[in-house]
Each structure stands twice: as structure tokens, then as C-alpha cells.
């Protein structure tokens, strides 16, 4: 079993690029094209595909399991997107451009298997409890290839971190509002809420500072359940794919 210190480290050594690496597909060109196909623009294929996970639910369960976003944008969205497509199908289809994306990028990376092996131990070991994406998005199928195999996992992996978050972040007090001015001060509007919705307090920050540690100690308890060896491996799957990934996006001459 993995110690106390090094599931710390391990945990947070992946948070940053496994969600950097998760989010990359999201509004990829392909996965915006998939989405005009299917009669969704880009946040509509976004709020139905990922959150189709949870079912034909109302907006307000939506907005539960997303958090950070305007409540009425939620709705807005969510509401319109599925007159047009089934909130199910719309999951599969969005989970399939992630699978596509991967295989685009991490086809030829060597000793994924470990990766997912790795992963897969982390998101079995999870307590669910209150963490709804989480749970939608573990309990949809892994695919058997390596490349999708892995990129599916840290998908999953990012919303095992975002749900704690969100949790976290209830449990000290703010709203999930006032924790995204905190983290991403520049996508207020991009949320659905005004510029000047908010200004944050010095007691804010310190209690998103207690947020940040509760939500580590979430995703350390299942990250315990790990091998140091697995560990190893988990930490050196995230680093191939985002390198990968770094590498590709230069060539392109795109960010992370």
C-alpha cells in the first residue's frame, strides 16, 4: 500500500495536467463538428454530452453536478439541447469524440496499460457518495484499447477532482460563484454571470484555500488505495499524455 506522503504527492503531482489533458477534447474542431452534426453547437454538445451521464433530469440537477455556472445558463442550455437529442445519446456520442481524440494523440505512447491499470484502481477505490458526474462518468463503459482506455480514465479522473471540489468548496462555506471568480477571474462572463457579480474577500480566499486542501484529501483517500508502484505509473501515463499532447499542440501552433 502506497504511503500517506507519497499518495499526497501523487495526487497532487496529476491534478493539474490530468485536467488540462481532460479538458482538451471538449471543444477540439472535431468534437464541435460532431456536435453540428448531431444539431448542437459547441456548449449545447458540452452541457448535454457531459452531463447526459446523469439522464433526462432537469436543469437545476444539472447545474447541482456542474456547479460554478449560472443557474439560468444551465437551464438555458441544458433545456434546449435536449429538445433536440436524447440527454443518453448525446453522453455516448461526446464520450465517443474523447475516444477519437485520444486515439488521434496517444495511438503510438507505449505502457498506457499501466496507466489505466493505475487509474482504474483510483476510480474503483472512490467514494461516490454526493459526487454525481463522478459516478455518471465511472459507471460508462472503458473502452479495450489502450489510447481511449487511458484518456477515458483521466476524463474520469478529472471529474472525480471537480466533484470533490465542488463538495469541498460547499463544505467551507462559498458558493460555487464566488470559488470561480476566485480560480478563473477571467471566464466570469464565459459562466453566465456578470463582471461585477461578486468581489471577493480575503476570508473567500482563505477559506478556497481550505477547499483546495479538503479537495485534495478527497481524492488522496482513494489514491491510498494504490501501489507505490501503481503510483509510479499513474504519475508517468499523465506525464506521456500530456507531453504528447504538449507536443502535438506546438506542432500546430495551439496552447494547452
Not at 463582471?195 to 476570508?203: F, L, P, Q, R, S
Request: aromatic share 8%; proline share 3%; hydrophobic share 45%.
Amino acid at each position: 500500500m502506497i504511503s500517506p506522503v507519497n499518495a499526497r504527492d501523487t495526487t497532487q503531482t496529476i491534478a493539474l495536467k490530468t485536467g488540462r489533458l481532460a479538458e482538451t477534447f471538449i471543444f477540439h474542431p472535431d468534437t464541435v463538428a460532431r456536435g453540428k452534426e448531431l444539431g448542437l453547437d459547441g456548449f449545447r454538445f458540452y452541457f448535454l454530452g457531459r452531463g447526459g451521464v446523469l439522464g433526462d433530469v432537469d436543469a437545476a440537477v444539472v447545474h447541482s453536478a456542474f456547479g460554478y455556472f449560472n443557474p439560468g445558463l444551465v437551464d438555458k442550455l441544458w433545456t434546449s439541447a435536449k429538445e433536440r437529442l436524447d440527454p443518453r445519446e448525446a453522453a455516448r456520442e461526446y464520450i465517443a469524440c474523447a475516444h477519437a481524440h485520444a486515439r488521434s494523440l496517444f495511438d503510438e505512447l507505449s505502457g498506457l496499460e499501466a496507466y489505466v491499470d493505475a487509474a482504474s484502481a483510483v476510480i474503483n477505490a472512490a467514494d461516490d457518495s454526493g459526487l454525481h458526474l463522478f459516478a455518471g462518468w465511472k459507471s460508462e463503459p472503458v473502452p479495450e484499447d489502450a489510447a481511449a482506455a487511458a484518456y477515458h480514465q483521466a476524463v474520469v479522473l478529472r471529474e472525480l477532482r471537480g466533484s470533490a471540489h465542488l463538495a469541498a468548496v460547499r463544505a467551507v462555506g462559498l458558493t460555487s460563484m464566488v470559488a470561480h471568480i476566485i480560480k478563473r477571474p477571467n471566464d466570469v462572463a464565459v459562466f453566465g454571470w456578470p463582471e461585477d457579480a461578486h468581489t471577493v474577500t480575503d476570508d473567500e480566499r482563505e477559506r478556497h484555500t481550505r477547499a483546495e486542501e479538503i479537495t485534495d484529501s478527497i481524492v488522496e483517500s482513494a489514491v491510498s488505495a494504490l501501489s507505490d508502484d501503481q503510483a509510479t505509473a499513474l504519475i508517468a501515463g499523465t506525464e506521456a499524455m500530456y507531453d504528447a499532447l504538449i507536443d502535438r499542440q506546438a506542432s500546430s501552433g495551439t496552447t494547452a
